[in-house]
């Protein structure tokens, strides 16, 4: 095995940063299955990264599937949202060119289940919500 010098790949210290950065990016856009525990009465957001291409025709849809609740749909494009879908009750949307924003407002028992979201270009993320 021979030893690399990455001083001699980079030739300025922002090339380091930069590859960093992307190596960093791509983490956060392969995380899938993540589980997040909360507390009933408490507020909180489920977050689903997008990508970085600044496009402003992403769109962004946020689904509940198999759930005996009522389904949940959220749709918006770029960093405009649907009015129709923006509010449901505890349920708000927040969306940006970088990241989406599930808000549930006092969570209850019934919230519990996997949220999924799907991007147009940067593919699927899921988090699964534990109640107690």
């Not at 949202?81 to 019934?110: C, D, H, Q």
Request: a neutral charge; one cysteine or more.
């Amino acid at each position: 095995m021979s030893n690399i010098n990455i001083n001699s790949l980079f030739q300025r210290s922002s090339d380091l940063v930069i590859i960093y950065l992307i190596i960093l990016l791509s983490l956060l856009f392969t995380i899938n299955g993540s589980t997040m525990h909360v507390t009933c009465g408490t507020d909180i957001e489920l977050a689903c990264p997008i990508s970085s291409t600044k496009r402003t025709d992403e769109v962004i849809s946020w689904f509940r599937p198999n759930s005996s609740q009522i389904p949940l749909t959220f749709i918006a494009i770029g960093d405009i949202l649907f009015p129709e879908y923006a509010t449901m009750g505890r349920y708000n949307l927040i969306s940006t060119l970088s990241t989406s924003r599930l808000l549930i407002n006092n969570v209850l028992l019934e919230d519990q289940g996997t949220y999924i979201c799907k991007s147009s270009s940067s593919g699927q993320h899921s988090i699964k919500l534990l109640v107690r």
